[in-house]
């Protein structure tokens, strides 16, 4: 039998020689395919077929300028991305972020992960990611509705309700996916409604897809608790983030009786031992576009640190990444865990480094991986898609209703294959495999695509 141990590691030198500034990239990749050894080893034939050099080639990567003119009248150029990285199970899906880190290298590493994500769900969607250097922070309405109308106006050409759909993510809300909506319409003159989702209940949205991805995260974390005979009522919890997945976890968390204790921005963190008023968040992040900073301000029971960091200082039970990609380091991984913390669940994508993973899982912690635990907010996508195709609308609770199966069988799906393969606590590795699967046969069957 070929070492497929070697395989993975040769895929892994090729991945880093062909782009060698790709470090996200190649940190994702690592990631699953060192977890699908064992998959390797039973299927050879994944490897004759050069399943795993296929898989991190993307079909398509496009670039593109984005010029637009600011409120003073000075053009800016920005850069555009959309990587179209798999499209064997559904048309390409995934998210847009705008926001000043935005590469090529974290495009590719959201774009694979949203690969195996997609599968997990068991829906017909495929893995793209896309987004721009532009930071929508300070900017006028007026100016995120003129870029967002020059980024569409390359966009159009090369998405599509059955060749790529797609969504939010960092920097770009409910505001930006109407002003692209529009611009999409303007131009192809067509209600190809399924072209984008998290649209507005107002032209063709979903209900209960703003609160998917928070909601999802802890019905994800009610399955894994309830595995222990646990549940998350009373326990302490600290989120990091403030944006759209941070809210509705700590929304969610609340409703199941948690405490939680924390939220952050990219600036610093509140902690607030009454637990989070989340009334005065979203005023200050939803209606005001402020800084969390204000919370303390408001709130007289909450102190705020600078620095994000310091977040995972704070004791919990249970910790819940919602902010970007590398907040938890192996350094406060350890702080985490000598604090006593019993799991760490992923709203943010690949919020945790790979040995801080690698810390959490040889200290016997509970943890659920990104792409197993956020994976509701795509699989709401997926659901506003069947909508818009139907021309029916479901009500919140029908939504929601799926959302928490769709949930649940992920988690089932991840716990089946990681006891399956031998490791019956490593939902890292029963995600990745099962992801990977239904890609990896799906590929197999259309012959060299
Ligand atoms: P938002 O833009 O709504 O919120 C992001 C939050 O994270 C903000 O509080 C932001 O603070 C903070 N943040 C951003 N960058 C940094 C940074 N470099 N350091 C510290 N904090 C930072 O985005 P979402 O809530 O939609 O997304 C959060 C994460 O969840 C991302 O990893 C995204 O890919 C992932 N995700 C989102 C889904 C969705 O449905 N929206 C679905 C699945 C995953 P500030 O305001 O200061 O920038």
């Given at each position: 039998m070929a070492d497929m141990k070697k395989y993975v590691e040769d895929v892994l030198e090729l991945v880093k020689r062909r782009d060698p500034d790709q470090p996200e990239f190649h940190n994702t990749v690592k990631e699953v395919l060192t977890t699908i050894v064992p998959v390797l080893e039973k299927n050879?034939?994944?490897?004759?077929?050069?399943?795993?050099?296929?898989?991190?080639?993307?079909?398509?990567?496009i670039t593109f300028r984005v010029p637009w003119q600011d409120d003073k009248g000075e053009i800016q150029i920005n850069r555009g991305y959309r990587v179209q990285m798999n499209s064997a199970i559904g048309p390409y899906k995934g998210g847009l972020r705008f926001h000043p880190s935005v590469n090529l290298s974290i495009l590719k590493f959201l774009a694979f992960e949203q690969v195996f994500k997609n599968s997990l769900t068991s829906l017909p969607i495929g893995g793209g990611k896309g987004g721009s250097d532009f930071d929508p922070?300070?900017?006028?309405?007026?100016?995120?509705?003129?870029?967002?109308?020059?980024?569409?106006?390359?966009?159009?050409?090369?998405?599509?309700?059955?060749?790529?759909?797609p969504a939010g993510d960092i920097g770009v809300g409910g505001r930006e996916i109407g002003f692209l909506y529009g611009q999409y319409k303007r131009i192809r003159d067509a209600?190809?409604?399924?072209?984008?989702?998290?649209?507005?209940?107002?032209?063709?949205?979903?209900?209960?897809?703003?609160?998917?991805?928070?909601?999802?995260?802890?019905?994800?974390?009610?399955?894994?608790?309830?595995?222990?005979?646990?549940?998350?009522?009373?326990?302490?919890?600290?989120?990091?983030?403030?944006?759209?997945?941070?809210i509705y976890a700590i929304q969610k968390a609340q409703?199941?009786?948690?405490?939680?204790?924390?939220?952050?921005?990219?600036?610093?963190?509140?902690?607030?031992?009454?637990?989070?008023?989340?009334?005065?968040?979203?005023?200050?992040?939803?209606?005001?576009?402020?800084?969390?900073?204000?919370?303390?301000?408001?709130?007289?029971?909450?102190?705020?640190?600078?620095?994000?960091?310091?977040?995972?200082?704070?004791?919990?039970?249970?910790?819940?990444?919602?902010?970007?990609?590398?907040?938890?380091?192996?350094e406060s991984a350890k702080i985490l865990v000598s604090n006593g913390v019993k799991l760490v669940a992923e709203g943010a994508n690949m919020p945790s480094t790979l040995d801080a993973i690698e810390h959490f899982q040889k200290s016997g912690i509970m943890f659920g991986p990104a792409k197993a635990a956020n994976a509701g907010g795509v699989a709401t996508s997926a659901l506003e898609m069947s909508q818009n195709s139907m021309r029916l609308s479901w009500t919140f609770e029908e939504v929601d209703k799926k959302l928490e199966s769709i949930m649940t069988n992920i988690y089932k799906n991840a716990k089946a294959n990681a006891e399956k393969y031998g490791e019956p606590d490593n939902l890292v590795m029963g995600?990745?495999?099962?992801?990977?699967?239904?890609?990896a046969d799906a590929m197999m069957a259309q012959g060299l695509v």
């Open positions: 050879p034939k994944y490897a004759e077929a050069k399943i795993l050099e296929r898989m991190v080639e993307p079909e398509r990567v922070k300070g900017k006028s309405d007026a100016e995120v509705m003129r870029f967002c109308q020059s980024f569409m106006t390359e966009l159009y050409r090369h998405i599509g309700p059955h060749t790529d759909v209600y190809d409604d399924a072209v984008l989702t998290g649209k507005g209940l107002t032209y063709g949205g979903s209900l209960t897809r703003t609160e998917a991805t928070g909601y999802g995260l802890l019905y994800f974390v009610k399955n894994m608790l309830a595995d222990k005979n646990d549940s998350i009522k009373g326990k302490t919890v600290v989120v990091s983030g403030a944006g759209n997945v941070a409703e199941f009786g948690a405490k939680v204790v924390t939220c952050s921005d990219s600036n610093g963190y509140v902690y607030d031992p009454n637990g989070i008023n989340l009334a005065v968040v979203k005023q200050i992040k939803e209606v005001e576009r402020g800084r969390i900073k204000e919370y303390a301000a408001r709130v007289p029971s909450a102190e705020y640190h600078e620095g994000c960091k310091g977040v995972w200082t704070v004791k919990c039970d249970v910790a819940l990444p919602c902010a970007t990609q590398s907040e938890i380091d192996l995600a990745n495999i099962a992801g990977f699967v239904k890609v």
